[in-house]
């Protein structure tokens, strides 16, 4: 039961990172806790919910199952289509709300903006796409039996698997590339990057655009695994601060890590508290790293 | 940009700037930078001697005047685009990325210029500054002052700037760490760069610069050139020390 509760924390874990990293470059390079961030999974899994929808009345071109996997190659153009579109909402957003705020109010108004923003993405989700719960597919997947009598889903280890590929190229452009480079310069010092000649307004665009995309693939991955519903940013936007504020601000492998320690937590704490509690467990996390080390375990100490 | 024949590199002509557009710091500042010449400002402290210096940096708005930079119109210019036009800033404070590699700082400064390009900059600023490339893959924020002040310079010299600005280049560092940059300074200036620096250590400035400034409450006070500046009686009582000094010495003969 053990070993089942740490996998089912993992495959959790691996979603709540994979948002938490873009709430966390934000909070570090656009220096404000952006609450709408996780409304930008849940767009993220309905730009999926759409590209399927537009691939079926074309005839299901991509549906053909891989392997063991719920989905055919079409999961990938619909991680693209939505990580593209969830990026121009995201823009939109800063282009409107954040980016004119910025220049006229300080950093609590623009906290309590992204409030107003969330509840406005959140229901127009409501509105567009109804209450209920959707799937994307109604295929009937068989788990799969691990050692230790650990039973997961084909799909949750493609879920861990891109988890980790897309970690990991996200660690390649923040380091090799010039981009990636310019953006950890801006998010220390954005007066001496610009005098070196950084481009800084295009830089907080890749922010944007890099968080939208992955809060796109941790929104198509939950809507993969769980179910696809209005309030699926809401319910895990305590454990997307809990990792990103665990992690440490704009620290990337904090941000994974975080959503990682997160998601066990949860998982494992149903073996000594009720069920009910489960969500507590965030808030928990928050008090304790903010009382014993506010930077973050991988955040610079200041 | 409107080109225009100049033999100066820099040109400022009756700057007006500030942090704010309705609060200006600097009144109708005037001055040039000659190819080759190190100009230092002087002054007491809040005279607008930064201000000035990130006003031509671009960081800062300027409300009236003209900047010209080899005869083109830099007014105005955002600070990004700055570097791309030959300017090189180094601020006092904060002038490296301490969070980043000795390298990675380098790919910042080069960032305007093509990739292969940079590279090439780069592995001349390691054949330059030999310290850097000893410890390239180290992070900034582990070197010393004067380390951090070579890195900072060696950042803005990706570009080949022709205009240099040192914000108080030698603040906070030991007498020979200070006397170090300032041959590192003296050595750009020998490369035909264009410096002007701020610097609270008036005195030494001046002894390696062409010419000075003197700032006060936001307006040009003197100009000229250096050694008549370190001369002037009046100069040396109010900006380079001479009153404490002889303050001081009273003091000392009382004591005893």
Known sequence: MFLQHVADGLLSGAVIGLGAI???????ILRFANFSHSELLTWGAYFGLIFFTIAASLGNVFDAPIGPLSFGWGMFVALIFSAVATSALALLLHKLVFEKLNRVAGHMTMVFASFGVALLLRHMVLLIFGPNPIYYSNELQFAVLLPGNVRVLPDQVFLLGLTIVVVFGLHLFMTRSRTGIAMRGVSENPDLSRVAGVN???????????????????????????????ELGFALILPLFAAAILGGAGSLYGAVIGGLIVGLSENLSVMIIPTTYKPAVPFLLILAILYFRPEGLFGERK | MSAMISKHVLEATGVVAGYRPELPIIHDVTMYVNAGEIVTIIGPNGAGKSTFIRAIAGLLTVTSGKIMLDGNDITGVPAHLMAASGVGFVPQTDNVFTTLSIHENLVLGGITLPRAQADIRIAEIYERYSILKDRSREKAGVLSGGQRQVLAVARALLNQPRLILLDEPTAGLSPMASDELFTVVRDLAKDGAAVLMVEQNAKAALRISDRGYVLAEGKNRIGGPAKELLEDPEIGKIFLGVRREKTNNRQKMGES
Do not use: C, D, E, H
Not at chain 1, 206 to 217: E, H, P
């Open chain 1, 22 to 28: 873009g709430l966390s470059f934000t909070m570090k």
């Open chain 1, 200 to 230: 800084v307004s295009s830089i907080i665009n890749w922010v944007w655009i890099i968080g939208a995309s992955l809060a796109s693939v941790a929104g198509v991955l939950y809507g993969l695994t769980v179910q696809l519903r209005p």
